[in-house]
């Protein structure tokens, strides 16, 4: 959990993304929030699938990963997206006042 953290923050702060402990806690949140969900499936799908321990160790890694990996993808897609400014130059009401005068 304390690598998958570390390549979160490291990855934010090399690209300077906001909010790197954010990212630093939701990538190993991912790991079991994924574990979770798809344990409710299993369970509610496949209740045979509870019985075999190592049928259960498999799903729980492959899906934990697949949740990181994902959360890893939002993440990259979020620096993919364009900065903006805070500020727009195009006024929408600049021309309203040109009839009064």
């Known amino acids: 959990m304390i690598a ?4 979160f923050y490291k990855y934010a702060d090399s690209h300077n993304l906001p909010y790197k402990i954010m990212w630093t806690i939701l990538g190993p949140a991912s790991y079991y ?3 979770f969900l798809f344990g409710i499936v299993i369970a509610l799908a496949m ?3 509870l019985d ?3 049928q259960l160790l498999i799903i729980g ?3 934990g990963f697949a949740g990181v990996g ?3 993808w939002i993440m990259t897609r979020q620096n993919a997206k ?3 400014t805070g500020h727009d ?3 929408l009401d600049d021309g309203l006042t040109d009839d009064l005068n």
């Open 82 to 84: 364009p900065k903006t």
């Open 70 to 72: 994902i959360t890893y």
């Open 4 to 7: 998958i953290g570390s390549g």
């Open 89 to 91: 130059d195009d006024i």
């Open 47 to 49: 209740p045979s699938l």
């Open 33 to 35: 929030i994924a574990q």
């Open 52 to 54: 075999s321990t190592g």
């Open 61 to 63: 890694l492959v899906t």
